[in-house]
């Protein structure tokens, strides 16, 4: 509640803030189009991943550029065929 509560009052995200907003509307769209369903998209995010030592792809996103290519490749590989 403090953060919303900042933000609301400041309007503008920090640096680090709008780098890990772009990496997750990145990776968004392509589950969305992996998947062709916003609920199925979400859930492929939230669910923990076995390539991803069992995390949750949300969470690697966030937490770094590398870990948003590691799911952008699972990703493309099930959107164009190879085994994730």
Do not use: C
Not at 43 to 60: A, G, N, S, T, Y
């Amino acid at each position: 509640k403090a953060t919303y509560e900042r933000r609301k009052a400041v309007h503008r995200l920090s640096s680090d803030e709008g780098t890990r907003l772009a990496r997750v509307a990145r990776v968004w769209g392509l589950a969305v189009d992996v998947w062709q369903n916003e609920e199925e998209a979400r859930d492929f995010l939230f669910r923990p991943h076995p390539m991803i030592e069992d995390k949750r792809p949300i969470d690697v996103v966030i937490m770094s550029e590398f870990g948003a290519e590691m799911v952008v490749d699972i990703l493309a590989g099930l959107k164009y065929g190879s085994a994730a």
